[in-house]
Nanobody
């Protein structure tokens, strides 16, 4: 069983930066792909970034060049570094992970608010 706990959300001014963390409680080595989703007010949850066990990454077009995703297996933690934040960055950010058996896990979410 795996539990995901996000942290690092908060209020930031437009143009600022924020780092989100996702701690994996349980066996991180059973995890294959991890990622971040974002849900803005009144909108559907959307994929922001993904990272595989091998370190391959993918990003939504809206965040390419501004966001970085990484994972540190020694700390059982995944990160999302967000730079040059704009109003579109506001929302609840969810950490997700999929294990080798295809089961998906979700964190409880962390709120990010970008003020103009």
């Amino acid at each position: 069983q795996v539990q995901l706990v996000e942290s690092g959300g908060g209020l930031v001014q437009a143009g600022g930066s924020l780092r989100l963390s996702c701690a994996v409680l349980g066996n991180i080595f059973s995890i294959n792909t991890m990622g971040w989703f974002r849900q803005a007010p009144g909108k559907q949850r959307e994929l922001v970034a993904v990272i595989t066990t091998g370190g391959s990454t993918g990003f939504a077009d809206s965040v390419k060049g501004r966001f970085t995703i990484s994972r540190d297996n020694t700390k059982s933690t995944m990160y999302l570094d967000m730079n040059s934040l704009n109003a579109e960055g506001t929302g609840v950010y969810y950490c997700t992970a999929r294990n080798l058996g295809g089961n998906a896990y979700w964190g409880q979410g962390t709120q990010v608010t970008v003020s103009s």
